[in-house]
């Protein structure tokens, strides 16, 4: 496609775009005014003022104690299971067993009044019986200062992580990251039902050399450094609903690959609900601009996040999500930005059967497109929009013990298909699920 013909194209999508964002706003208007009006009628009539700090409960900070430390040691254990697609591979699929878990260790250190102290530090090793190449060691280490009053909540946190994961459903493989970031939130109830949001923070990602993906260099691509800002008012109109209005100025800076660099500037509004109500999540909507640092053209996005769970009773939980708002694409072959468009929506059942057992179901399906045409794809020399789509469904059957350690007989499956040959792949994960809660 010549760049004319580009233009003229993008031109169009803009336009539609644009006449189509009346539409949205609506609808989720709508929408986030009928979970409000729904939540509200099914609320008791509590009241908004909090029980005094000095009546409030003081949990025991952890297991052990040593002086003034608390410590909880404990060993999380992942998904053990069968991989039907290691590699997530469209054909010559390969199959092993797959297992993950390692220790980790809580420690709490009260300060003074209600100052405290806080670290983790989680070990995790991810292990296939047959397939060498994607033994991984991984794990994350972050602390943090908590701090808090009747009307005033501060926490500072420090994070670094090392994982080996799919960064998303673009890349077909998994990739090594380290990630370290900083973060702070400031909550300060300024009068009556009316509460300031603050916060900031900052966050390094990088991939090692020499991780390639379709011929694309993903250190290149991933590496980068993000720095963000936010403030926001929430109204409690109820004791358990709250209105939501907030800003967000988010700068992104790429190492190698400065014509991505930008400025992205959101406000949403909506409604957050307690996870007590009948209702329980949120529903926000709003406009997101983004700026390029070389001067190129301002784009534009309506972004939407609904998590809403039905919560029955206390035994039985429905919910269900929808997610739209614009990403870079992690290959990022385009030229500009090289964003993508994503829209996911799902639903999700946790059932209690009978004594302790459960059940967990969900399905999920996800899209997303290139704003740009790419080519230079490892067995097609096109130049096209790539158009995903994903769809997935799990179910896990599991028995409780006490309330803090659970373990079940799981199976997912994801299928992924594409207008582009090369990324179409599908596969079965099944196994034993353990979680514990330390």
């Known amino acids: 496609m010549s760049l004319p013909r580009a233009k003229k194209a993008r031109g169009k999508r803009s336009a539609a775009v644009t006449r189509n964002l009346g539409t949205d706003l609506v609808f989720c208007a709508a929408m986030i005014l009928g979970m409000a009006a729904i939540v509200r009628a099914q609320e008791a009539?509590?009241?908004?003022?909090?029980?005094?700090?000095?009546?409030?409960?003081s949990p025991r900070p952890g297991r052990f104690r040593i002086g003034p430390l608390y410590w909880t040691p404990s060993f999380r254990i992942g998904?053990?299971?069968?991989?039907?697609?290691?590699?997530?591979?469209?054909?010559?699929?390969?199959?092993?067993?797959?297992?993950?878990?390692?220790?980790?260790l809580d420690l709490a250190l009260p300060v003074r009044g209600s100052l405290r102290l806080a670290a983790t530090g989680v070990l995790e090793y991810s292990y296939f019986f047959r397939t060498a190449s994607e033994r991984r060691l991984g794990g994350a280490l972050s602390g943090g200062l908590y701090w808090g009053r009747d009307r005033t909540r501060f926490e500072a946190k420090e994070t670094l992580q090392r994982s080996t994961t799919r960064p998303s459903y673009e890349v077909d493989r998994r990739v090594p990251v380290m990630t370290e970031s900083t973060s702070i939130q400031l909550t300060r109830r300024l009068f009556g039902k009316t509460s300031l949001l603050v916060g900031g923070g900052r966050s390094h990602t990088?991939?090692?050399?020499?991780e390639l993906f379709q011929g694309v260099d993903l250190r290149d691509s991933m590496t980068r450094d993000s720095y963000r800002g936010s403030v926001g008012l929430e109204y409690a109109f109820t004791f358990k609903t709250s209105l939501v209005v907030e800003g967000e100025r988010r700068a992104e800076r790429f190492l190698f690959q400065e014509r991505?660099?930008?400025?992205?500037?959101?406000?949403?509004?909506?409604?957050?609900?307690?996870?007590?109500?009948?209702?329980?999540?949120?529903?926000?909507?709003?406009r997101t601009w983004i700026r390029p640092r070389d001067g190129g053209p301002t784009e534009e996005t309506t972004p939407v996040s609904v998590d809403a769970t039905l919560n029955l009773s206390s035994k039985t939980h429905i919910g269900a999500t929808y997610e739209r708002n614009r990403s870079y694409s992690v290959l990022g072959m385009g030229v500009g930005l090289s964003t993508l468009r994503n829209e996911s929506m799902g639903a999700h059942l946790d059932k209690d059967l009978w004594g302790r057992i459960n059940l967990r179901l969900f399905v999920r399906r996800t899209r997303f497109h290139d704003e740009q045409p790419w080519s230079a794809i490892a067995s097609e020399e096109i130049r096209t929009y790539r158009r995903d789509r994903a769809d997935e469904a799990g179910a896990d059957l599991g028995y409780r013990f006490r309330t803090r350690f659970r373990v079940g007989v799981m199976a997912s499956y994801m299928e992924r298909r594409s207008n582009i040959a090369?990324?179409?792949?599908?596969?079965?994960?099944?196994?034993?699920?353990?979680?514990?809660e330390p």
């Open 260 to 286: 991505r660099d930008a400025d992205w500037d959101t406000v949403l509004s909506g409604v957050r609900t307690d996870a007590t109500a009948l209702i329980s999540g949120h529903a926000l909507v709003g």
């Open 422 to 436: 090369d990324f179409g792949v599908d596969g079965l994960l099944a196994g034993l699920s353990v979680n514990y």
């Open 45 to 57: 009539p509590d009241t908004y003022d909090e029980a005094p700090a000095h009546l409030e409960p």
């Open 79 to 104: 998904t053990i299971g069968f991989d039907t697609n290691v590699f997530y591979t469209p054909t010559d699929r390969q199959a092993d067993a797959t297992a993950s878990g390692g220790p980790a």
């Open 206 to 210: 990088e991939v090692d050399r020499g």
